[in-house]
T-cell receptor
């Protein structure tokens, strides 16, 4: 059984489009995250939700909007995509606190043309 | 930048050899974690060491932590080709901050 799943796995789109990435975890965790990994493999947190409430919101352009319909799901919507948004986006979850072990999804590879 | 730094950036060894990766960080921590990332995959948690611990073992992995030097090391003993991956340390403040990663290549 997949613990943290993301869809789609690959996303190729044109500049200016709006797209969404979905994430689901079946671990019963309270906290979920979105990370961005750039071409140099730098991994940086974007957002974190605990029990559907936003607890971390890094300096991310407001074109990026996370939504957590319930504690098992955390989706990422991106408006007006730009070339610099091309990256791999990872969803993760942890039992409670940010400092605990995090479980990562397989990643969504976004390419903006 | 708060990002931790790892060295070496890349490491190539033969199967059976030991691999050592180092991580330096900048802020005080509660815990330090090590993760592995195989090519094209998500990160997988390897080991967590708490700030009051100096050494921890898990199978072929040995992690040390020196909070006075703000550094940690990951030793993989008797490496295998399947250990080929990128390895990241992650420190916690109000969020996990990942290091720059070490790309390990183990040749059969």
């Amino acid at each position: 059984d997949t613990a943290v799943s993301q869809t789609p796995k690959y996303l190729v789109t044109q500049m200016g489009n709006d797209k969404s990435i979905k994430c689901e975890q079946n671990l019963g965790h309270d906290t979920m995250y979105w990370y961005k990994q750039d071409s140099k493999k730098f991994l940086k947190i974007m957002f974190s939700y605990n029990n559907k409430e936003l607890i971390i919101n890094e300096t991310v352009p407001n074109r990026f909007s996370p939504k957590s319909p319930d504690k098992a799901h955390l989706n990422l919507h991106i408006n007006s995509l730009e070339l610099g948004d091309s990256a791999v986006y990872f969803c993760a979850s942890s039992q409670e606190a940010v400092q605990e072990t995090q479980y990562f999804g397989p990643g969504t590879r976004l390419l903006v043309l | 930048s708060q990002q931790g730094e790892e060295d070496p950036q890349a490491l190539s060894i033969q199967e059976g050899e030991n691999a050592t990766m180092n991580c330096s960080y900048k802020t005080s921590i509660n815990n330090l974690q090590w993760y592995r990332q195989n090519s094209g995959r998500g990160l997988v948690h390897l080991i967590l060491i708490r700030s009051n611990e100096r050494e921890k073992h898990s199978g072929r992995l040995r992690v040390t932590l020196d909070t006075s030097k703000k550094s940690s090391s990951l030793l993989i003993t008797a490496s295998r080709a399947a250990d080929t991956a990128s390895y990241f340390c992650a420190t916690d403040a109000d969020k996990l901050i990942f290091g720059t990663g070490t790309r390990l290549q183990v040749f059969p």
